[in-house]
């Protein structure tokens, strides 16, 4: 399925237009996006604890030992 999104200031304009237009394409479904402009507004709530979990958390794996010296040329 192919979703044909329109934003909401352009769907009186572009929605029958574009229904009309992908009608013989029945992959094709023309809709339009509703969601708020900032769908981040509640990460305020995220607790400390969640918050210091994301910022530390690394995934590779500890290499044990240390890198030996670098040596100068000059």
């Known amino acids: ?3 044909c999104v329109i934003p909401p200031e ?9 229904v009309e237009h992908y009608r013989s394409n029945s992959n094709v479904q023309v809709i339009v996006d509703r969601r708020s402009e900032n769908r981040r507004d509640g ?5 400390a604890e969640i918050a210091e979990r ?17 040596h100068d040329p000059s």
């Open 10 to 18: 352009l769907a009186d304009e572009l929605y029958d237009r574009l």
């Open 54 to 70: 994301r910022l530390t958390r690394d995934r590779r794996r500890a290499r044990p030992g240390t890198f030996p010296a670098l």
């Open 43 to 47: 990460e305020d709530e995220i607790s």
């Open 1 to 3: 399925m192919i979703y």
